[in-house]
């Protein structure tokens, strides 16, 4: 599956490309920037986890690794059609629950606008002490560091 997005003056191109090999399926990430100006690159996620049991999962080798607790960004960007919703608002959607986060809006007040929440000045860069870390389902971390390698260990 290939995502792409590009910006209206055709400068900026980001491609999202998810790849399902025999035992592995691969994230890349691919920013083309043919413009003047700089662009940073604030997020990205490159890998997928499916675990069986969530409260016995851990990450092995991430020691010294420097992240920020930060909720995952909300994007508009998805697979499914702008106006699909659009379409399928009065029926039921089988559709909706599959990208979960994605094009959710703020439906409590009647705002049509996209969920957002800012709390850049409460975020404070950390450093992962030991080797050993569990994962769990409340967790979401930006590493800004990481090590080439780690293991993942799901019992």
Known sequence: V???C???????????LIT????????EIIVANSGPSPIQLL??????LTVSTPDAVYAVGLERANYFNKPPLRSEFSIIPPDFRKKSRGASNPLRGLFFGWNRRNEADGNDEPVTKDDDD??????????Y????????????????RFTIIDR
């Open 2 to 4: 290939e995502l792409r």
């Open 20 to 27: 399902l090999e025999k035992d592995i399926l691969g994230s």
């Open 6 to 16: 590009s910006s209206t003056d055709k400068l900026v191109n980001v491609r999202y």
């Open 122 to 131: 409460s975020e404070k860069e950390e450093e992962e002490v030991d080797n």
């Open 133 to 148: 870390l569990q994962l769990t389902e409340k967790m979401s971390r930006t590493y800004t560091y990481a090590p080439r």
């Open 43 to 48: 997020s990205s996620f490159m890998s997928h």
